[in-house]
């Protein structure tokens, strides 16, 4: 199988990965049956696998030009990617259920939002920075196609989770909403959130940098293309 069948299967495959456990009550059976880490370990390495065939398959297309790549804008997901490394160092682990990679135990605490007061969706939001960042450059139909699927599973996800949250805390959810974010830097300049978040947020957002630093690098041999302006 190659070209454009391969790529159809593939990304039609990573979106129902996505979506098709939610039907039915599924993903909640088969949690039940083998247990929360082992389905979410079995899961994550799924869509690591899908993620990857989909890119190859997507890079083996056939090339149709949709707009050239001029060499400016090359500069639109380099000047992105530091930031979606730090949403990504930052978002793991947040103390916010309602979210991927959230803690799903945590219990929220409109007092204490942390990296939440920032950017509940961490993890949807670099997605999201990510693939729109990556269409600028990338103006062959297979990427467009690619890159345009991952902004808009990520932006629905925002809603759809937003959506939950707001089902899941009632008469709660007006505190939870007014102390998170989609995105703002606001925290940045208050002075309790720092006192309190600063030196966590800092070493997380070091982590993120060295992670963009290291993939800028590793972009040429596992992606075949050099990512820097020329």
């Known amino acids: 199988m190659t070209g454009w069948a391969e790529y159809s299967l593939a990304l039609a495959m990573f979106v129902a990965s996505h979506f098709l456990p939610r039907l039915g009550g599924l993903r909640e059976r088969l949690i039940g049956a083998v247990g929360r880490r082992a389905y979410f370990s079995a899961y994550g390495a799924l869509s690591i696998a899908l993620l990857v065939w989909v890119i190859s398959a997507a890079i083996r297309a056939p090339h149709v030009d949709l707009w050239p790549q001029l060499p ?85 996800a925002i809603f759809a989770f937003d959506a939950r949250a707001r089902r899941s805390r009632g008469g709660k959810a007006g505190a939870f909403f007014a102390r998170t974010a989609i995105l703002s830097p606001a925290p940045l300049i208050n002075r309790d959130w720092l006192h309190a978040n600063a030196r966590r947020t800092t070493i997380r957002a070091g982590i993120g940098l060295v992670l963009w630093v290291a993939l800028l690098h590793l972009h040429t041999m596992v992606i075949g293309v050099s990512p820097f302006p020329v």
């Open 72 to 156: 400016w804008t090359r500069w639109v997901p380099n000047l992105a990617m530091p930031l979606v490394l730090i949403l990504v160092a930052c978002g793991i682990g947040l103390r916010q259920p309602f979210t991927l990679g959230g803690r799903r135990g945590a219990a929220f605490d409109p007092a204490r939002p942390g990296f939440a007061a920032i950017s509940r969706h961490p993890l949807f939001l670099a997605l999201a920075l990510w693939s729109g960042a990556h269409l600028a450059p990338n103006g062959d139909l297979a990427m467009v196609i690619l890159f345009a699927s991952f902004l808009a599973m990520s932006l629905a």
